[in-house]
């Protein structure tokens, strides 16, 4: 098979002229485009962290100072926690290793985060998270107790802790629809569970891992679970379109949104999920803004975000990276895991493998190529005009990345055959 | 009693042979020149394991079994090899059975091949207890050794459990996987982001083979991995934890440093004996009813048995309580305490079969039937949902359905009251329950397959219990805390699980 990522190809060069484009196009054109919540350069903390079992509310407070401090933007407010459970069963495991040390952040992380809520003043704190199941309405709690979290010692760190399954409805009776404020490239809203609304402060509590079809999943990857998969997921499943509800309606686009619930701005625009899932992803920060990034990276997953993925490893990079713009968290992250903020497509760690038994035939394009490109995340919420992913203009805070990083590239090699 | 008449009783009775099978606890005990004629063409072993096998009839290998419960050896007997060495194998197995039997144990020659005259009449000759058939065929042993006059037992190892099933014998063997648990993602297998790590189980397998409420011993044969730590006590559990045992096998480099003292080899057989002797000292466990409010009707004349065994295999990993009953015995009665029933599998149902089904489901049962069931097949998904009187019916479109699909799904249509049991955080870990006082006592078994512990298992059980102790073989019991949950439950913590550990609820009188 014919090995096109080595090659700079007509479609490379589409890609890099629309990718300019859109940078261009992102400066902020003013009228209809609303500032962020959080500024569009913003320092970011990075820290060498030898376990979960270190003092990780004195670790994370010593890096919200580092970023400027976060007290005054907490202090009375309803603060939400987007936690990454990557597939959220609970069950998907490396033998011997928790989730919390593979696809999902560790309950150690957010504990310490809820106890610093707490003591900053937080009015509530609410744990959210979209689970698998087709029957929705067990507390996201079970879902925690799966990992072994100490669901207890979490609620009792703080004198108002709600947890939420956001898949559905939850608490309330309508989905609230955020319209996306950022220049919006594939939706122009979604409709979310009201959490994503009624919220003061929204924390991106996302894992430092790779990604298999993205390269990457940081905290803009994060709010993919945002999106709720009774919602969208309404309408059956036609013939030949993914078993998995979201990857229907996003990954592929190969069903629309059900009525009533905000369309896609053009219908006929690519259905490649290399291409749409950079943009989505953009839209989803653009329209619920994350006000703070957490990636726990101190042990993670290698070469996927699930454990089912071939040749994932597990790795522990000993890496915490906390900034309030999350364009600029996830850039820097990425430098963190050695990879370059500014890649592009069929760059590390966009140039992917992808096996033609698990994606729909016309995924792989052209026909029968597997190694596949998708766009960097960051550079579409760059072009978005949600903040910036040149690491020049980025003041890093804590340890410096030349000290701290942590090769995932080197191995993620044994990911696939390239 | 005078003290001395005691201790003379003692030593001229010696210790009791155990004569029932049913407390029978076995080890393969395999050795002598027939064993080293039966691997010649392995070139794997080197001399000094060649030469403990070789000698492993040597009587103070017997003194290994001082402070373990196993008092049944499978000792190599018959392979249908060059005559003298059969000869001289009897012999060496004559002697030692002599000598086993003054302590009490049991002796079962291997039969791996051979003349069934010529073995039977060698057995005889040896004062075997009774024959494990590995090969060859058992009637005609058995017909052989009768005409001996022989009372020993035939044990056949079999190695199609569907076929066993059925059989009335008081004792049953049959070769089993070796228990472990695996990433899919290791061996280039794509799974979904949150797929569980695979366990090859026997648990299932024991269960299996309890279509009847009476207890009879089930063995499992299976070989374990030497260099997989744990792997001696997992393989011990695995077959214990639902009432079967393990035949005992050790391989040949542990059985040679043991010979030799070597203090790692010791401390390993000391802890396959602690785990042997955990399961014989909660023999009474053995005696609990299989709970689950999940009925699975088994068809043992089935068309696809490996398919049905999967069912059972693949429900039990998704730590689904359930309970089996045998196609013969369906009725409105055998599934009147059923919640749901599983029967997609069923070959050509007759009318008194599906209006039996019908029935349980108008009454408000789920049923999970194949597409036999008839109107109403899914199209696009696995399977339709449809309501059926007071109850509903899930009709799956393949036929037989995906055992992988089917597990996953009874997650989706069962409410965790009707699963009766939840567990959580066992992502390497099989559960089985199991009552006892009409479901006053709960013992919720657990094994670990992994090689590290687990932090943090919670259960939770439909009722009200005050009691909650947590049994280990490496500890002694511990009180947990039971706590009630919502939906008139309990909940208990189990603080870490290494391997094998047993919770018992119990309610107050």
């Known amino acids: 098979m014919e090995d096109n990522h080595r090659t700079f190809s007509r479609r490379d060069l589409l890609a890099v002229s629309g990718l300019s484009a859109g940078v261009l196009a992102a400066r902020p054109a003013a009228a209809d485009v609303a500032p962020p919540s959080s500024p569009l350069v913003s320092p970011v903390s990075v820290a060498k962290v030898t376990g979960y079992d270190v003092d990780l509310v004195a670790q994370l407070n010593k890096m919200f100072d580092q970023i400027g401090g976060i007290g005054q933007l907490v202090r009375g407010k309803t603060v939400a926690m987007k936690v990454n459970l990557t597939g959220s069963s609970g069950t998907g495991r490396h033998v011997g290793l928790s989730a919390g040390q593979t696809s999902w952040v560790h309950p150690n992380v957010v504990g310490a985060l809820t106890a610093i809520f707490a003591r900053m003043g937080a009015k509530r704190i609410r744990i959210l998270e979209s689970t698998f199941r087709k029957h929705y309405g067990s507390p996201l709690e079970d879902t925690l107790l799966n990992d072994g979290w100490d669901v207890q010692a979490i609620k009792s760190a703080a004198p108002v802790v709600e947890f939420e399954d956001t898949n559905g409805l939850g608490q309330a009776k309508q989905y609230s629809v955020l319209k996306v404020k950022s220049r919006p490239y594939i939706f122009p809203a979604f409709s979310v569970n009201h959490s994503y609304e009624d919220c003061d402060f929204f924390v991106s509590v996302g894992k430092m891992k790779n990604h298999e079809e993205l390269g990457v999943t940081l905290s803009m990857k994060n709010l993919f679970g945002i999106t709720p998969e009774l919602l969208y997921g309404l309408l059956p499943k036609p013939p030949g379109a993914s078993q998995w509800i979201r990857e229907r309606v996003f990954h592929y686009g190969q069903v629309a949104p059900p009525a009533g619930v905000p369309q896609e701005i053009d219908p006929k625009s690519n259905r490649y999920e290399g291409w749409r899932m950079p943009r989505l992803l953009t839209d989803l920060c653009g329209a619920r803004p994350i006000d703070l990034s957490i990636l726990d990276g101190i042990e993670t997953l290698i070469g996927g975000e699930g454990t089912g993925m071939p040749g994932t490893k597990h790795g522990k990079p000993g890496l915490l990276v906390v900034g309030r713009n999350c364009v600029c968290t996830d850039a820097v992250a990425m430098a963190a895991m050695g990879y370059n903020p500014r890649a592009g497509r069929h760059e590390a760690p966009f140039r992917l493998y992808k096996s033609p038994k698990d994606h729909p035939p016309e995924q792989l394009i052209p026909p029968e190529e597997w190694h596949q490109y998708a766009d960097n995340t960051v550079l579409m919420g760059e072009g978005a005009g949600l903040g910036t992913a040149d690491l020049s203009k980025i003041e890093i805070s804590g340890a410096r990345i030349k000290d701290v990083f942590y090769d995932y590239e080197a191995h993620w090699k044994g990911q696939a055959p390239v | ?509």
């Not at chain 2, 022989?150 to 099933?165: F, G, M």
């Not at chain 2, 689950?292 to 999967?310: H, Q, R």
């Not at chain 2, 359930?322 to 059923?338: E, I, K, P, T």
Request: with cysteine.
């Open chain 2, 1 to 509: 009693m005078n003290c001395f008449v005691a201790l003379a009783l003692t030593f001229a009775v010696g210790p009791a042979l155990c004569a029932d099978p049913a407390g029978w606890i076995p080890a393969r005990w395999e050795g002598g020149p027939l064993e080293l004629s039966r691997r010649a063409n392995d070139k794997t072993e080197d001399a000094s394991v060649r030469t403990t096998i070789g000698r492993w009839y040597d009587p103070a290998t017997l003194d290994l079994l001082e402070g373990t419960p196993i008092n049944c050896l499978l000792v190599t007997f018959s392979a249908g090899a060059e005559s003298e060495v059969e000869r001289k194998q009897h012999q060496l197995v004559k002697e030692y059975a002599r000598l086993a039997h003054k302590r009490g144990i049991s002796v079962l020659g291997i039969v791996y091949g051979g003349d069934p005259q010529a073995i039977a009449a060698a057995a005889l000759d040896a004062g075997l207890d009774g024959l494990a058939v590995q090969g060859g065929v058992p009637e005609k042993l058995e017909a052989a050794l009768r005409a001996n006059g022989s009372t020993a037992l035939v044990i056949p190892i079999a190695r199609d459990a569907a076929a066993a099933r059925t059989s009335k014998a008081r004792l049953l063997a049959v070769e089993g996987v070796r228990p472990s648990a695996r990433n899919l993602a290791d061996e280039g297998i794509r799974a979904g982001a949150s797929d569980e790590p695979w366990i090859d189980s026997n648990i299932w397998l024991v269960r299996s083979f309890r279509l009847e409420a009476a207890w009879r011993p089930i063995w499992i044969d299976q070989r374990p991995n030497p260099t997989s730590e744990g792997d001696y006590v997992r393989c011990v559990a695995d077959a214990a934890l639902a009432g079967g045992r393990w035949i005992v096998a050790l391989d040949d480099e542990l059985r040679a440093s043991l010979l030799r003292k070597d203090p790692h080899a010791l401390a390993a057989w000391r802890t396959i004996g602690t785990y042997l002797k955990f399961a014989e000292d909660h023999g009474e466990w053995r005696g609990f009813a299989p709970y689950g409010n999940l009925g699975i009707i088994l068809d043992t004349a089935g068309e696809n048995p490996d398919i049905s065994d999967e069912y059972l295999n693949l429900v039990a990993r998704r730590q689904v309580p359930y309970r089996l009953v045998s196609r013969c015995d369906l009725s409105a009665a055998s599934l009147a305490s059923f919640r749901a029933v599983l029967v997609v599998d069923l070959a050509s149902p007759t009318e008194a079969e599906r209006s039996v089904l019908r029935g349980f489901a108008e009454n408000g049962g789920l049923l999970m039937a194949g597409p036999w069931w008839g109107d109403g097949a899914a199209k696009n998904e696995p399977y339709a949902e449809l309501p059926l009187g007071k109850g509903r019916v899930a009709i799956y479109k393949e036929d037989p359905p995906n055992p992988e699909g089917v597990a996953r799904d009874l997650l989706d249509l069962l409410e965790p009251e009707v699963m009766g049991l939840s567990v959580f955080n066992v992502p390497t870990a099989i559960s089985y329950a199991s009552t006892s006082d009409s479901g006053k006592r709960v013992l919720v078994q657990l094994l670990n397959y992994a090689g590290r512990p687990i932090e943090r298992v919670t259960l939770r059980f439909n009722g009200i219990f005050k009691v909650a102790r947590f049994y280990t073989p490496e500890s002694p019991p511990m009180d947990l805390a039971p706590r009630p949950a919502a939906n008139g439950r309990t909940e208990v913590l189990i603080p870490k699980l290494a391997a094998w550990g047993a919770v018992l609820l119990e309610q107050p009188n």
